[in-house]
């Protein structure tokens, strides 16, 4: 039986905040979370600055919360100009933008002394998601993210910058702690709840946890059907087509028995995940959801499918030193909108050139859901989905600019940020690392019904039947047997 859980949302001010508060973007997700931040942190509009080049819909916004709008692009050459007299001591630089580099923000922060900050992905400067003098594997996400830990250590026990905290990555980090939780409480496996990095990838390793998809389904629709030469989508498109533009990756399980044919690993960094010579845009995978059932997801590059790999990665002593005991293999597997599945299929065969016109769908979208959450694979009860499937219609009743993809967005953007003020000198962190307790607490109101429900399903179900399949029968969790050829 599918577990429910929806908690009504209510006006509480988890806490006053003082300082400035920049935002740097403001396309679905920024105009999407600033009423969020104004219901339920203490915090006046005079307070907040709004920094955006991309003018969509969001002055009109800012002007009725009364919140300074500034269109400005942010560039290499002008970012500490325009953010310099606007940042200091006890302010918070939430950054919802494309094409500014993540790095550049959080160094600045830290640099100043006290400035808080979080994103909900690492972007790159423009180009470093295309370059092509860039090799694949520096294109990847696993290369952002190795170029942001190395922050770490230079800034350890600075002001908190949480790094990657949206939907995706973020949430579905909290998502996959508080599923290994349910699974051994459903297995009876008496353990408590982990507190350590060490602890929960010991959990995972006993509950024979093998893979973990980030498994969503959009189903939401305009009634306007999707024009040629036009990108239609529930989020932002230019970071979907920059996302699907990279290299399909994914962490690389200890159980899986060879790379794939077009696998490869990297030369640097952790080690804990692979790229396929291909895009994202272009990979497809086998996956599950309690609503959708089967269907074929992309395998679309996120922070979260290296992080989790990497944060539940066991090592033991061996000759030589440590080596790797367990890690599951973790990646995305998204079926958007299938207005966003049209736009995919024309820029594809555009050879990922994207269309001059857009289209972002929120006012318009007269039915559907965002179904979305972690799909637990390998264990004793087979598979377990966890996560939340909000509606159109319960998204606009609880906040306002939103659909029911960016309503699963901002609400951890939320949190986050109230995390990052409990927590103020935690230095760089990533999602894997926080309280996911506090995470799903601040949430919950804000994701409609949350589900954790069991399947039998496999990817090897009603397969080879019409059509000869290279599949290994003998463990049904490879990867070769997801993967759509």
């Known amino acids: 039986m599918a577990k429910k ?6 006006a509480k001010k988890y806490l006053d905040f003082n ?43 800012a002007e009725r919360f009364g919140v300074e709008f500034v269109e400005k692009r942010l560039t290499e050459s002008n970012v500490r100009s325009v953010l310099d007299n606007r940042l200091g001591q006890g302010d918070f630089l939430l950054n919802l933008s494309v094409e500014v580099a993540s790095t550049a923000l959080i160094e600045l922060c830290q640099k100043k002394k006290g400035v808080l900050y979080l994103d909900t992905c690492i972007e ?26 190395k922050l770490k250590s230079r800034f350890k026990g600075g002001s908190t910058a949480v790094v990657a905290h949206g939907a995706n990555p973020g949430l579905v980090s909290h998502f996959a702690k508080q599923a290994l939780v ?37 189903t939401q629709v305009s009634p306007k059907p999707k024009e040629v030469g036009e990108f239609v989508n529930t989020w932002s498109i230019d970071g979907f087509v920059s996302e699907g533009g990279q290299p399909a990756e994914m962490g690389w399980g200890t159980h899986e028995k060879a790379l794939p044919p077009d696998g490869k690993r990297h030369t640097f ?26 269907f074929h997801g992309y395998i679309i590059t996120h922070n979260e499918s290296i992080s989790i790999a990497d944060y ?56 559907g859901r965002d179904e979305l959450g972690v799909l637990l694979m390998g264990h004793k009860k087979g598979a377990y989905w966890y996560g939340s499937q909000i509606d159109i219609n319960e998204a606009r009743k609880l906040v306002p600019y939103n659909n029911a993809t960016s309503i699963q967005v901002v609400a951890p953007v939320l949190s986050g940020m109230i995390w990052a003020l409990e927590n103020p000198n935690e230095g760089i962190v990533e999602a894997d690392e926080m309280d996911f307790a506090r995470n799903l607490e601040i ?22 039947e019409l059509f000869p399949e290279d599949l290994d029968k003998s463990d049904p969790w490879q990867f070769k047997n997801f993967r759509v050829v």
């Open 5 to 10: 859980i929806a908690r009504k949302p209510t």
């Open 19 to 61: 300082g400035r508060l920049v935002m740097v973007g403001f396309g679905s997700i920024g105009q999407g979370v600033l009423p969020l931040i104004l219901r339920h942190i203490g915090i006046k509009p005079e307070q907040i600055t709004i920094i955006t080049d991309d003018m969509r819909g969001g002055e009109a916004e």
């Open 124 to 149: 790159p400067w423009p180009g470093g998601y295309s370059d092509p003098n860039l090799s694949v594997s520096r294109r990847s996400n696993y290369a952002l993210r190795d170029t942001m830990l």
């Open 182 to 218: 349910n699974i051994a409480r459903d297995t009876g496996l008496k353990t408590a709840v982990p507190t350590t990095r060490e602890g929960w990838g010991k959990l995972a390793q006993r509950l024979g946890v093998k893979v973990i998809h980030v498994a969503e389904r959009d």
């Open 269 to 294: 960094g952790c080690d804990a995940a692979i790229y396929l010579n291909r895009p994202g845009l272009l990979t497809q995978v086998r996956t599950w959801t309690p609503i959708e059932g089967p």
């Open 312 to 367: 539940l990665t066991v090592h033991e002593e061996g000759k030589g030193g440590k080596k790797v005991a367990y890690r599951p293999t973790v990646h995305y597997a998204y079926h958007p909108c299938d207005q966003a599945i049209m736009s995919m299929h024309e820029i594809a065969g555009k050879n990922l050139k994207q269309q001059k016109r857009q289209r972002l769908i929120v006012e318009e979208v007269t039915s």
């Open 443 to 464: 949430c919950m109101p804000y994701l409609g019904p949350v589900v954790g429900k069991y399947s039998d399903w496999t990817p090897l179900q009603d397969r080879g």
